[in-house]
Nanobody, 115 residues
Framework: QVVLVESGGGLVQAGGSLRLSCAAS????????MGWYRQAPGKQRELVAT???????NYGGSVKDRFTISRDNAKNTVSLQMNSLKPEDTGVYYC?????????WGQGTQVTVSS
């Protein structure tokens, strides 16, 4: 099994930056995709960014020019650098690990961007 723990959420002003981190522990496969998804109250969970174990990235359209996802395979961690934050970025951010048949979610970390 795999367990994910997120950290780095908080309250920031619009235009500011935050860096989220996710640490994976357990039986980590050499081939996996990790990423970040977010969810605002009453809305569907949406893709923020994913990154494969080989380093290929994919971004949601609303964050592509502002956020950067990265990973450290030796440490089994993934990070999300969020710059130029907007109030609409507010939500609970969830770390995800996928290596079939496993699809694992972290507990979520709150990001609030004030105007």
């Amino acid at each position: 099994q795999v367990v994910l723990v997120e950290s780095g959420g908080g309250l920031v002003q619009a235009g500011g930056s935050l860096r989220l981190s996710c640490a994976a522990s357990g039986s980590i496969s050499s081939f996996n995709v990790m990423g970040w998804y977010r969810q605002a109250p009453g809305k569907q969970r949406e893709l923020v960014a994913t990154i494969t174990s080989g380093g290929s990235t994919n971004y949601g359209g609303s964050v592509k020019d502002r956020f950067t996802i990265s990973r450290d395979n030796a440490k089994n961690t993934v990070s999300l650098q969020m710059n130029s934050l907007k109030p609409e970025d507010t939500g609970v951010y969830y770390c995800n690990y996928k290596s079939p048949p496993l699809n694992v979610w972290g507990q979520g970390t709150q990001v609030t961007v004030s105007s």
